[in-house]
């Protein structure tokens, strides 16, 4: 069943401390003022903890399936993903503005699947106000908001979770900052359990203690902003997390005795030393396609091609950003489509890993002459072999002081301890500590 927030909450400020005053555009606040949780001086806290939520609509279209998550008491909890991902609905779900079509769903440790709204002690911002355009009151600032909640006019009670869904998405890039800013500071200066959903990666790296990030209604990774973004539990995230985009390569990992798991991107080469925990891992995907990750920045200029892991290529064009140069640098790789690869949703596109053809100096004939003791060739990877992409190129940070021009050749040492690995389903090969 979905619900209209207004005619199943009713209409009032939003309650929670400093909140109702955000300059927040055209946004409606749906507060709770019943007590209920634990309380922190006068702010009554909780915990949300969802167990294999899933929620089917009619017809068969799954909008979340199987999601567990707990959020702490005061916690800034970010949703974060593309549209049609599922967090809104999520968002919904906790308000008991959707049914939950399986799974459990608990608010400060008591079950809450049959809570009415009113009965949730929860308050929520929605990103539109104008689906309600005849409710509307002046908030904070003379901006129009329109205002709904879930509980009885106790006046003066602060809800004990607080949702909000986009609040500032109706702003440019530039005026969204201020919002943003406000949003942290206040919602953290009250102390109160939050979730927020929201499509930007800067929004939440900026906001949260702890982002979930959402694909085709699964749960695709959850952690800190730093753990999300420096270790990323799949190629989706990865790539979702950062800009400029990261880069995406495939590579055919080959176990060579003595001195490590080289990864062959077809006509370049990295080596992961059996000292790096990743090896052993590698090592048993041999010649299967994997995938690289490597940020802009893990990728810095050095003179000496020979000296570590490096990728050399001509550059192709070149971004002025002022304080550094984007460069294009054609390096002649695989580059590798993360929409396209782990969709649990639908069957990928474009590159799943390809069967490969045993002949001659090939990845599966490298593989056979290991395992029959034979000496390894150190032949480029067969294109079948590597998962399927587009764009040679790599992106890399150039500092603008140096005069980089288009079709230098450039050498680009590689920060081995930045670059996460994934298998041909876009999951990370090595397991992901949390």
């Not at 079509?101 to 539109?128: C, H, I, K, Y």
């Not at 299967?288 to 003179?303: M, N, S």
């Not at 001509?314 to 969709?343: N, Q």
Request: net charge negative; hydrophobic share 40%; charged share 20%.
């Amino acid at each position: 069943m979905r619900m209209n927030a207004v005619e199943a909450l009713g209409t009032e400020r939003c309650g929670v401390p400093g909140v109702d005053n955000l300059d927040l555009p055209d946004c409606t606040c749906v507060p709770r003022h019943k007590p209920g949780g634990r309380s922190v001086g006068e702010l009554h806290m909780s915990t949300v903890t969802l167990e294999s939520v899933s929620k089917v609509y009619p017809g068969g279209r799954r909008a979340v399936a199987d999601l567990s998550l707990t959020i702490a008491d005061g916690e800034f909890f970010v949703l974060l993903g593309p549209s049609g991902c599922g967090k809104s609905t999520t968002l919904r779900m906790v308000a008991g503005l959707e049914d939950i079509t399986s799974g459990g769903l608990w608010l400060d440790d008591r079950p809450a699947n049959g809570l009415t709204p009113r009965e949730r002690n929860v308050a929520m911002v929605f990103q539109n106000g104008a689906r309600y355009p005849h409710r509307t009151v002046c908030g904070g600032g003379g901006v129009p908001r329109e205002t709904a909640r879930t509980g009885s006019a106790e006046a003066g009670r602060e809800p004990a979770v607080l949702l909000m869904d986009e609040p500032p998405s109706g702003l440019d890039a530039a005026p969204r900052t201020v919002p943003r800013a406000e949003i942290g500071g206040r919602v953290r200066g009250a102390g109160v359990t939050t979730l927020y959903v929201t499509h930007d990666h800067v929004e939440a790296l900026a906001l949260a203690d702890r982002i979930a990030v959402l694909r085709d209604g699964f749960l695709e990774d959850v952690g800190t902003p730093t753990q999300i973004y420096e270790s990323p539990a799949t190629a989706f995230v990865a790539a979702f997390l950062g800009a400029p985009r990261i880069n995406l390569l495939s590579a055919v990992p080959e176990a060579v005795p003595g001195e490590g798991v080289v990864l062959d991107l077809g006509t370049q080469r990295l080596t992961v030393p059996w000292a790096d925990p990743r090896a052993e891992h590698l090592a048993g995907r041999h010649g299967e396609p994997v995938i690289l990750g490597l940020r802009p920045d893990a990728l810095r200029p050095t003179g000496d091609p020979h000296l570590g892991p490096v990728l050399s290529g001509h550059i192709r064009t070149l971004e002025f950003h002022g304080h550094e140069w984007l460069a294009h640098v054609d390096a002649d790789v695989t580059v590798v489509d993360a929409d396209a690869v782990g969709r649990r949703s639908r069957p990928a596109r474009a590159v799943a890993p390809q069967p490969v053809v045993p002949q001659p100096g090939g990845v599966a004939g490298r593989a056979l002459s290991m395992l029959l003791g034979g000496a390894a060739r150190r032949e480029p990877a067969e294109p079948s072999a590597h998962l399927g992409g587009h764009r040679p190129e790599l992106l890399a940070r150039l500092d603008s002081r140096v005069g980089f021009g288009p079709g230098m050749l450039v050498h680009l040492a590689v920060d081995l301890d930045r670059m996460p690995i994934f298998g041909g389903d876009g999951r990370r090969v090595d397991p992901v500590r949390r």
